[in-house]
Nanobody, 122 residues
């Protein structure tokens, strides 16, 4: 009923920048919190950043001061601006959202995107 599609990943040198986007579509009534997670080979998926509908944000310590999460509620889209990238940022980045579906229940439903690869290497 709801789809999340990420874009903007790629290969970048250390110190470079990328901007990731995630657009939600489908039978959406409203979207609650949204976030970005990443997963490196052989490791668990980890929180990168989250943002509430009102714009309150939370970041992993490893990305504070370098990454910025934002959202456009009218477009059902969340962004991740990634600056001063490091090799240890290399991972698949996943979009996540809590969505209240049209005609749905009291509870929100959690959705994941398919992921976009970010590689930081010289």
């Amino acid at each position: 009923q709801v789809q999340l599609v990420e874009s903007g990943g790629g290969l970048v040198q250390p110190g470079g920048s990328l901007r990731l986007s995630c657009a939600a579509s489908g039978s959406i009534f409203t979207i609650l919190s949204m976030g970005w997670y990443h997963q490196a080979p052989g490791k668990q998926r980890e929180l990168v950043a989250t943002i509430t509908p009102g714009g309150s944000t939370n970041y992993a310590d490893s990305v504070k001061g370098r990454f910025t999460i934002s959202r456009d509620n009218a477009k059902n889209t969340v962004y991740l601006q990634m600056n001063s990238l490091k090799p240890e940022d290399t991972a698949v980045y996943y979009c996540n959202a809590d969505v209240k579906v049209l005609g749905g229940s009291y509870y929100a439903v959690n959705y994941w995107g398919q992921g976009t690869q970010v590689t930081v290497s010289s």
